[in-house]
């Protein structure tokens, strides 16, 4: 069975990884029901067994999630590895792997996991150890299942989201939510946008679901650019993501990303002003995956 998490309501503090994880959903830094405790990194006394994480409600019928995308992009064993500044400061790292496929409700999914972490300097203020995971149809690349665990300062929560695809609704801890069909998380809508045609001048949209909420986005394709970070040199398309909801972001100006401007569309390159000052996300080192895979 899986943990009971004692309902408490409060603001989710600011991740390092929120230009990584959210790079498309801000509005997810919105409230959510967790426990305060003193901050932790997920260690061998606090690791969640992956059946413990599993809903019991199977997906009913396969007919309305048949869908194939086509997939050049990204595949198995795929690591991005991010330096993260908060202003002039590096605050920590992040990462972005496809780790494994599995199998998950009879079908197979890619497991990407997302981690942040704190510097040793930063920590000494704010330690923070999240991850985040998403389990993504590699045929049809919508989300079967998200889950986070979130370790910043005091803060501790954890989160678990299943996708019933075939009936359209996101069933989390209670609750079920009725969700767009094909709908994505904040982590799977990342690695669809980058298996899809990007024009300049044009837009994409994505219906996406987080913390209880629908929140469809508009990617906009503003204009290719070079830019050099850690990593090297690449030729990207910039895009901007535009909530149609509320959200950190929406006073304080847009988010930009830089993706490679190939079939890969990697993202090399994050920015953005948000309430309490500026964060930017850089690609310092990375190992392609094996597409088709």
């Known amino acids: 069975m899986r943990k009971k998490i004692k309902p408490f309501s409060l603001k989710e503090p600011l991740m390092l990884s929120l230009l990584l994880i959210l790079l498309l959903i801000p509005g997810s830094c919105g409230k959510i029901e967790a426990q305060e405790a003193e901050s932790e990194s997920l260690g061998?006394?606090?690791?969640?067994?992956?059946?413990?994480?599993?809903?019991?409600?199977?997906?009913?019928?396969?007919q309305n999630t048949e869908r194939k995308v086509t997939n050049l992009s990204f595949g198995t064993g795929e690591k991005l590895e991010f330096k993260v500044r908060w202003g002039p400061i590096v605050a920590g790292s992040a990462t972005m792997e496809i780790?494994?496929?599995?199998?998950?409700?009879?079908?197979?999914?890619f497991r990407i996991i997302s981690t942040a972490?704190?510097?040793?300097?930063?920590?000494?203020?704010?330690?923070v150890r999240d991850r985040v995971e998403s389990f993504m149809d590699k045929e049809g690349l919508y989300s079967?299942?998200?889950?986070?665990?979130?370790?910043?300062?005091?803060?501790?929560?954890?989160?678990?989201?299943?996708?019933?695809?075939?009936?359209?609704i996101a069933i989390e801890e209670k609750d079920t939510i009725q969700v767009p069909p094909f709908v994505q998380d904040v982590l799977s809508a990342l690695y669809y946008v980058r298996?899809?045609?990007?024009?300049?001048?044009?837009?994409?949209?994505?219906?996406?679901?987080?913390?209880?909420?629908?929140?469809?986005?508009?990617?906009?394709?503003?204009?290719?650019?070079?830019?050099?970070?850690?990593a090297g040199t690449f030729d990207c398309l910039v895009v901007e993501p535009i909530l149609q909801?509320?959200?950190?972001?929406?006073?304080?100006?847009?988010?930009?990303?830089?993706l490679t401007d190939d079939q890969k569309k990697m993202p090399v390159l994050m920015k953005s002003k948000v309430v309490i000052g500026?964060?930017?996300?850089?690609?310092?080192?990375?190992?392609?995956?094996?597409?088709?895979?």
Do not use: M
């Open 44 to 62: 061998s006394g606090d690791t969640l067994k992956f059946e413990d994480t599993l809903s019991v409600l199977p997906l009913a019928d396969t």
């Open 99 to 109: 780790s494994e496929i599995i199998e998950f409700k009879g079908r197979k999914c």
């Open 117 to 127: 972490e704190s510097n040793k300097f930063f920590s000494t203020f704010f330690k």
């Open 245 to 258: 909801a509320s959200g950190i972001f929406e006073q304080k100006g847009s988010l930009t990303v830089w």
């Open 195 to 230: 298996t899809q045609p990007l024009e300049v001048g044009k837009s994409l949209f994505v219906d996406n679901h987080t913390d209880k909420k629908n929140y469809p986005i508009e990617v906009k394709v503003l204009r290719r650019e070079r830019v050099e970070v850690e």
């Open 144 to 168: 079967l299942h998200f889950e986070k665990h979130i370790r910043e300062g005091k803060f501790k929560a954890d989160r678990y989201v299943d996708f019933d695809q075939e009936n359209h």
């Open 278 to 293: 500026s964060i930017a996300t850089e690609l310092k080192n990375y190992r392609l995956g094996r597409v088709g895979e």
